[in-house]
């Protein structure tokens, strides 16, 4: 072979074949690989990235960039609809155009969104993440991970840009429907599992918003982060260290915020420190959309293009996306002009050529058919129009079980199940109720693309609350009120919804049963009540809402208030009043049934609250992860309480616990102690009970939260049937950042506290850990082991 195709050479190591292939590209070429293209971007209608227009005011001309290569495909199935299999002709000739315009014939990589199933025309919309925290099982979510990915992979998908491990610290945040919950231990746990199922079809996984994102001033998208280090250390790093050292993951992508004055695109002890010299990730770093750039634009850190661009590769972003913008000519006259050594562009060019030898884009034979697909078959796009189903009756199966399993039954004075007996009228009311787009969230396709071409149809079956409760009730009687509107907004609509509450209040009177669906409607950068820059004032229920709730509480006909949103709001009167509360986050295609079937009782309800439903509509809102001067106390007159605390949930059956008991009442700062208990299902069904383990430290060097969640078991159990479940807890999982910020393990006494939620202790076993303080790092245990038998 001549050295000068020694790349191609497939018995040589990956890194001799990209050094190889690296000795032999000019600096264009070389920067060419840094950046994708956007090339589905619509020039106008709505954004569906922060700023989007604003940064697409030059054109890319790919007759100019693609002699020189191309690192990455942006969104070929996220950004229009498009038949999944013709998008996978075209993604396919895309390549091959790539391919055959530059000189190595070096193919992009392609990435898509995944946060809640594959964001495609006609894909599966799963539930979104924090329906996934309510679940408290990995294993599941791991599943729906794997279900994505295929569909991904058989499209000629690389890279799937999820999950989220922002932790909600202040719900009025809009990407709260995003997060997996308020705790950075339930955070982790499903993340990595998520990362483990995408990462096992061969999609490239990636971690985001690295890091702070979710901490953002007021709740405001892209506000700047005021957090100090012990916060931002001991809540908002330990998910993703998790995911990156057990989850194999291949990318992260660096937040838009800044923390403390510093924007995460531009910080080398975050991106390089921390994340590479730290924990060893040797993946590649991407750019938020345009997050490279708003460090000239918005954060003012950069005064050329071509400073945006040295700052973010010095710091360690290996690939700007969407488009090409500062990683094109700037980064080029950069470099040219000795402002910025090569070797910075060489040290990026690595991670992402190794990544692109991972899937065989370096070998001479690669091809971007995929299989079971030919040459013929991309020559005629019409013929291969409806060859692809990416809403199989397996997806479709499983987006049910996980929205079963992620419906909570916050309060229930005995109005559910409801009976199903002939003649019973049921009022339906709410502008949720016959409404499919409420059970999406602002990343589903339909709801972040769709929304923009009313002209084609949705895709996928997305039956309403109220279809779904036709079905489940064919005896039943339905009169129909939406009440209000969603949000209150429009000419006219204050009227309106006046005289909607009176006619719901009439309707309510004359029925046996209320169900009020009311909450939020997904949408982007103001355009719904709740996703990516659609944050929230307070905690109420968005426009009238709770207004039309409070007066049909007031009725005198029992309401079941069933929440369909994107956040926990506080529910006035209701919280106490009505006569069950049903919570399902944005609970996806199969919401509707998984709802129908929690109230008529077909299926157990065992979701639990992965974020606190607050107990008023104002002040800051704040979630259980806080110590006790966070609580109430003689010396505020506001109490923080939540109404309903993380880890809440009921169920239609009962469980007793009883034999809690350590393996040991003491161990060393380097040991580990064995807690157990008895779960026994006392009722009369089986039914799913969630044990959660916290810890609390009552005395430690800085202040501590009162309970931190360190371990969850979800436990199935047949009616009468007893199991024993254990957790293995080591010493390091009470490790935190101390006075010299260094991470330690601390001798004293322990509390480990079994409880049904962070509000519900059951058990508090003390535990003593001896010996001289000890410093861990990334290394120490992060997760306590389970057993069930």
């Known amino acids: 072979m001549a050295a000068g195709q020694r790349w191609h050479d497939t018995t040589l190591s990956p890194m001799e074949r990209v050094d190889a292939l690296i000795a032999q590209m000019t600096l264009r070429e070389k920067v060419a690989q840094l950046y994708g293209v956007w090339v589905a971007s619509s020039p106008v209608g709505d954004d569906v990235a922060p700023f989007q227009h604003d940064m697409s005011e030059d054109a890319v001309e790919l007759d100019e960039l693609l002699p020189h290569g191309l690192g990455q495909l942006t969104r070929s199935f996220g950004s229009t609809p498009v038949d999944p299999a013709v998008g996978l002709v075209s993604l396919a000739r895309s390549q091959k155009r790539i391919m055959a315009a530059n000189r190595f014939g070096i193919p992009a990589i392609a990435h898509e969104e995944c946060l809640a199933g594959f964001t495609a025309w006609g894909a599966t919309a799963y539930p979104v993440p924090l329906s996934w925290g309510a679940t408290f099982d990995p294993a599941l979510i791991e599943k729906v991970a794997i279900r994505i990915g295929t569909g991904m992979r058989a499209v000629g998908v690389h890279q799937g840009l999820a999950p989220v491990l922002d932790v909600t610290r202040d719900p009025r945040w809009g990407r ?14 499903i993340a990595t599992a998520y990362v483990r199922g995408l990462e096992s079809t061969g999609i490239v996984a990636t971690l985001k918003h690295f890091i702070g994102y979710s901490a953002s001033k ?6 700047p982060v005021s957090m100090g280090r012990r916060e931002f ?8 260290e998790l995911a990156v050292r057990d989850g194999g993951v291949r990318s992260v992508m660096h937040a838009y915020t ?27 770093v991407v750019a938020d959309y345009f997050g490279i750039a708003f460090l000239k634009t918005l954060h003012g850190v950069a005064g050329t293009w071509g400073e945006a661009a040295a700052a973010a590769l010095k710091a360690g972003v290996d690939v700007e996306l969407p488009t090409v913008k500062a990683y094109g000519d700037p980064l080029v006259e950069t470099v040219s002009d000795g402002d910025l050594d090569e070797s910075y562009v060489e040290r990026a060019l690595r991670r992402v050529l190794l990544q692109k030898a991972e899937f065989g884009m370096l070998d001479p034979d690669w091809s971007p058919i995929p299989d079971g697909w030919s040459e013929a078959d991309l020559t005629n796009i019409d013929a291969a129009r409806g060859r692809i189903r990416l809403d199989s009756d397996e997806d479709r199966a499983l987006a049910r079980t996980v929205a079963e399993r992620a419906v909570v039954l916050v309060r229930n004075d005995g109005v559910l199940p409801i009976a199903s007996e002939a003649g019973i009228r049921i009022a339906v009311v709410g502008p949720l109720a016959d409404d499919m787009f409420a059970m999406l969230g602002c990343y589903s396709f339909p709801s972040h693309v769709g929304t923009l071409h009313s002209e084609v149809p949705i895709g996928i079956e997305l039956p309403t609350v109220l279809e779904s409760l036709r079905a489940e009730f064919p005896n039943a009687t339905f009169t129909v009120e939406a009440g209000v509107s969603v949000d209150g907004k429009g000419d006219g609509v204050a009227e309106t919804d006046a005289t909607g509450i009176r006619l719901a209040v009439d309707v309510a009177r004359e029925a046996d049963l209320v169900v009020a669906v009311l909450g939020d409607h997904a949408g982007l950068f103001g355009r719904g009540t709740s996703g990516e820059g659609c944050d929230a004032a307070s905690m109420r229920l968005p426009g009238r809402q709770q207004d039309l709730l409070d007066a049909l509480v007031d009725s005198g006909t029992p309401v079941v208030t069933t929440l369909v949103e994107g956040r926990p709001y506080a529910l006035g009167s209701a919280s106490d009043k009505a006569g069950a509360i049903v919570t399902a ?21 065992s979701g639990r609250l992965p974020v606190s439903i607050p107990a008023t509509e104002g002040g800051q809102p704040a979630t259980y992860l806080a110590a006790a001067l966070g609580g109430p106390t003689g010396v505020s007159n506001l109490d923080p309480t939540a109404k309903f605390p993380f880890g809440h949930g009921l169920s239609y059956t009962s469980f007793a616990w009883s034999d809690a008991r350590l393996d040991a009442d003491s161990t060393t700062t380097s040991g580990a102690v064995n807690v157990s208990l008895l779960v026994t299902n006392t009722g009369e069904r089986a039914g799913i009970e969630i044990v959660q383990l916290y810890l609390h430290d009552p005395v430690a060097s800085v202040v501590r939260p009162v309970n931190r969640l360190v371990g969850y078991a979800s436990v199935p159990l047949e009616a009468g049937e007893s199991k024993t479940v254990s957790f293995e807890v080591s010493a390091d999982l009470s490790a935190f950042t101390g006075r010299d910020y260094t991470r330690v393990v601390e001798p004293g006494e322990l509390e480990l506290r079994l409880g049904a939620s962070s509000g519900d202790i059951r058990f508090a076993l003390p535990v003593t850990l001896t010996g001289p303080v000890r410093v861990v790092d990334h290394t120490r245990e992060l997760r306590s082991a389970v057993t069930i038998r």
């Open 176 to 189: 709260t429907e995003e997060t997996i919950g308020e705790d950075p231990y339930l955070v982790g746990t």
């Open 233 to 240: 250390n001991d809540v908002m790093v330990p998910p993703f």
């Open 258 to 284: 800044d923390v403390d004055g510093v924007p995460s695109a531009g910080d080398e002890t975050l991106l390089t420190g921390l994340l590479r010299d730290t924990w060893g990730f040797d993946g590649t």
């Open 585 to 605: 986050f944005f609970p996806g295609e199969e919401g509707g049934p998984a709802i129908a079937g929690v109230l008529s009782g077909r299926v157990n309800p």
């Open 218 to 223: 007021a709740a405001r998208n892209l506000a």
